[in-house]
């Protein structure tokens, strides 16, 4: 497996993960599940960004907040590699959508199975920093559970900052990619001022990212119904 794990997926019946071929229809080579790539993707949409809003940038932000008693810095985060993707479904099928701990426990086993058998050295020690360490990992579940939660019960200085990712993510991935490489300092409101969008705009992805959150609040458990069905086989 190398670093670039983009076009990995994974089987939401059994855990297999597997490289899909171009086309509408993701079918697993080992329980022969289908599925559409628009449900598919509209599952793992929400899970990416769990893992880089919920965890990436909250643990920065708390940082800072620890740090100098105040969030004055944005930053622009990479995505996280998609193996750690697949081990947010499975902490959020359990912790939003109610599958069984030990069902939950059985998918994370195998996507770090198939970590030791394909991932590079880094990833296995990637990998295992996070599962293997029963504090961390309790902190991710955490974690992951609160972002589909919408950050009810996080520091408020925390939670605006996220939004305000949510939101420049939503204006333009690729202005916010240039801004934040050339300018690491870049805060918010310098971005507002200095940005080609109108105010009609932005208040259109501040909408938009409160769809997302109310959105989100609604799945419950309907979003991973069925879930790992397969996992025995």
């Known amino acids: 497996m190398s670093s670039d794990d983009s076009c990995l997926n994974i089987c939401f019946a059994c855990a297999t993960i597997y490289e899909g071929k171009p086309g509408h229809l993701l079918v697993c080579p080992n329980c022969g599940r289908q599925i559409s790539l628009e449900r598919y993707e509209s599952v793992m949409g929400d899970v990416r960004g769990a893992i880089h809003y919920g965890w990436n940038y909250r643990l920065q932000y708390e940082h800072d907040l620890a740090e100098t008693g105040a969030i004055t810095i944005h930053y622009y985060l990479e995505q996280f590699e998609e193996i750690f993707s697949f081990i947010a479904l499975a902490a959020a099928s359990g912790?939003?959508?109610?599958?069984?701990?030990?069902?939950?426990?059985?998918?994370?086993?195998?996507?770090?199975?198939?970590?030791?058998?394909?991932g590079s050295q880094k990833q296995k020690s990637k990998v295992s920093a996070l599962i293997d360490n029963r504090?961390?990992?309790?902190?991710?579940?955490?974690?992951?559970?609160?972002?589909?939660?919408?950050?009810?019960d996080i520091n408020p200085e925390v939670r605006e900052a996220i939004f305000e990712e949510m939101i420049v993510d939503k204006i333009s991935p690729t202005l916010e990619?240039?801004?934040?490489?050339?300018?690491?300092d870049l805060d918010f409101d310098q971005i507002?001022?200095?940005?080609?969008?109108?105010?009609?705009?932005?208040?259109?992805?501040?909408?938009e990212v409160r769809r997302d959150i109310d959105r989100r609040k609604k799945l419950g458990g309907t979003a991973f119904h069925g879930f790992w069905s397969d996992i025995d086989k």
């Not at 990619?177 to 690491?184: D, F, K, L």
């Not at 507002?192 to 909408?207: H, L, R, T, Y």
């Open 95 to 118: 912790i939003a959508g109610g599958v069984a701990y030990d069902v939950v426990k059985k998918v994370i086993a195998s996507i770090a199975d198939f970590v030791k058998r394909r």
């Open 135 to 152: 504090e961390e990992m309790d902190k991710f579940l955490r974690y992951i559970d609160e972002y589909y939660t919408c950050f009810e």
């Open 177 to 184: 990619r240039i801004m934040m490489s050339s300018n690491p």
């Open 192 to 207: 507002k001022e200095i940005n080609p969008f109108s105010q009609e705009e932005m208040f259109k992805s501040m909408i």
